[in-house]
C-alpha cells in the first residue's frame, strides 16, 4: 500500500504559466515532507520542504503547500521555464523512522517554450 | 566539498558475479543509505546506516550486503547478482532530515 501517492504521471505546462504538481499521504504520523527534482542520469536533488506546523514554505519560484486534514501537498513553481523539465518525487518522514523516507513514484513535468 | 560520490557510474554483470558498488561522501553525514530505483517503482530502500559500524534493512535488503567501517564510506555488495537486481543505485547522505543523492550507478545483470 502507498503511504505517498502521486496520481499524474505527468504534466505539461507552457512556459511563464504555473505548474503545480500534487501529493497525497495517508500516514498521519508524517511530520516532514520534500520535494525533490530529478533529471535523467542525474540522482535526485532536493529542492524544498515543509514541516507539518506550518502550510506554506517558499523559496524563489517554488512554494509548498501543506493541507493536513486533507493530508494533501502541492508544489507549485510560478513561472515555470524549460529548465524545470524534469521528473519530481514528493516525500515524507516521520521523526521516530530513523530518517527512512518514503517516497511517491515521481511525476515527470514537460515545460515547453 | 565533491558531496555524495559513487562508482562506478555504469557496469555489466554475469548472473551469480559478485560485485561491490562505492559510495563516498566528504561532508561528515552520519546518516546514509542506499536506494534502487525501477520503472514504475519509485525510490525503494535497500539499506541504511545511521553512523559507523552501525547499519539496518530497509524495503528491499535480500540479495545485498553493507558494511560501515567509516563516516565517509558506505559501499553496497551483490553477493550473487541475479537479473531482478538490473537498476539504478543511488546511495545517500543526510544533513538533518534531508537527504543528499550521488549521481547513480546503472547496473545491467545478464
Known amino acids: 500500500d502507498q503511504q505517498v501517492k502521486q496520481n499524474s504521471p505527468s504534466l505539461s505546462v507552457q512556459e511563464g504559466r504555473i505548474s503545480i504538481l500534487n501529493c497525497d499521504y495517508t500516514?498521519?504520523?508524517?511530520?516532514?515532507f520534500l520535494w525533490y527534482k530529478k533529471y535523467p542520469a542525474e540522482g535526485p536533488t532536493f529542492l524544498i520542504s515543509?514541516?507539518?506546523i506550518k502550510d506554506k514554505n517558499e523559496d524563489g519560484r517554488f512554494t509548498v503547500f501543506l493541507n493536513k486534514s486533507a493530508k494533501h501537498l502541492s508544489l507549485h513553481i510560478v513561472p515555470s521555464q524549460p529548465g524545470d523539465s524534469a521528473v519530481y518525487f514528493c516525500?515524507?518522514?516521520?521523526?521516530?523512522?530513523?530518517?527512512?523516507?518514503?517516497w511517491g513514484l515521481g511525476t515527470s513535468l514537460a515545460v515547453n517554450p | 566539498n565533491a558531496g555524495v560520490t559513487q562508482t562506478p557510474k555504469f557496469q555489466v554483470l554475469k548472473t551469480g558475479q559478485s560485485m561491490t558498488l562505492q559510495c563516498a561522501q566528504d561532508?561528515?553525514?552520519?546518516?546514509m543509505s542506499w536506494y534502487r530505483q525501477d520503472p514504475g517503482m519509485g525510490l525503494r530502500l535497500i539499506h541504511y546506516?545511521?553512523?559507523?559500524?552501525?547499519?539496518d534493512q530497509g524495503e528491499v535488503p535480500n540479495g545485498y550486503n553493507v558494511s560501515r567501517s567509516t563516516t565517509e564510506d558506505f559501499p553496497l555488495r551483490l553477493l550473487s547478482a541475479a537479473p531482478s537486481q538490473t537498476s539504478v543505485y543511488f546511495c545517500a547522505s543526510s544533513y538533518g532530515r534531508t537527504q543528499f543523492f550521488g549521481p547513480g550507478t546503472r547496473l545491467t545483470v545478464l
Open positions: 500516514n498521519s504520523m508524517f511530520d516532514y
Open positions: 516525500a515524507a518522514d516521520n521523526a521516530g523512522n530513523n530518517r527512512k523516507l518514503i
Open positions: 561532508m561528515n553525514h552520519e546518516y
Open positions: 546506516s545511521v553512523g559507523a559500524g552501525i547499519t
Open positions: 515543509i514541516s507539518s
